[in-house]
């Protein structure tokens, strides 16, 4: 995939924005209903939102981190390295969702959660859209960072960043699910 490193930005914070909206409406509703499961072996709202946090946790400051020690300037085009772009692939929302097998450490099932759940995935997109706008001054192609499964992996920033709000998307999508 090549795409001008401007317009790949702005359709990343686009799509941070509608998640921060979603996520601002699901604060409307009870607490009862955020933890209600459509299956026992399923996530609540609140388990998918939680399971994006514990993402967050790790790629907000590898992110952070890889920009601030980037020496490298922005580049006008963007080109996806083949292994992000796979997993930036896998991550899109599809019609009929791809069940995907989760990590231990990053699934949230069975946990107690309210809605400070809420505020700290809203926190970490608020978080998301200021490295967003930092990426703006590094080449999103020269700068790397590591992936939650392995420290040795090493995507280009552009491609974190497509997997990060990809797989929000997805789940925003299962969250959006189990309130219909």
Not at 94 to 117: A, Q, R, V
Not at 168 to 178: E, G, L, P, S
Request: glycine share 4%; proline share 2%; aromatic share 8%.
């Amino acid at each position: 995939m090549k795409i001008a490193s401007e317009k790949l930005i702005q359709d990343l914070v686009e799509r941070t924005r509608i998640n921060i909206n979603q996520v601002k409406k699901f604060n409307s509703l009870s607490v009862e209903i955020l933890n209600q499961k459509p299956g026992s072996e399923k996530w609540s709202i609140l388990e998918c939102i939680e399971h994006l946090n514990l993402y967050g946790d790790f790629y907000i400051p590898e992110i952070s981190r890889s920009i601030g020690k980037s020496k490298t300037e922005s580049n006008a085009t963007f080109k996806s390295g083949f292994l992000g772009n796979y997993f930036a692939k896998t991550m899109l929302p599809k019609e009929k969702l791809n069940k995907m097998k989760t990590f231990k450490d990053k699934n949230p099932i069975g946990s107690s959660l309210d809605k400070t759940t809420l505020q700290r995935f809203l926190t970490q997109q608020v978080q998301l859209l200021d490295l967003l706008e930092k990426a703006k001054m590094v080449d999103l192609n020269k700068t790397k960072t590591a992936i939650s499964i392995s420290k040795w992996i090493k995507l280009k920033l552009g491609d974190t960043f497509r997997v990060v709000i990809y797989h929000n998307d997805r789940h925003m999508v299962q969250a959006n699910k189990i309130l219909q």
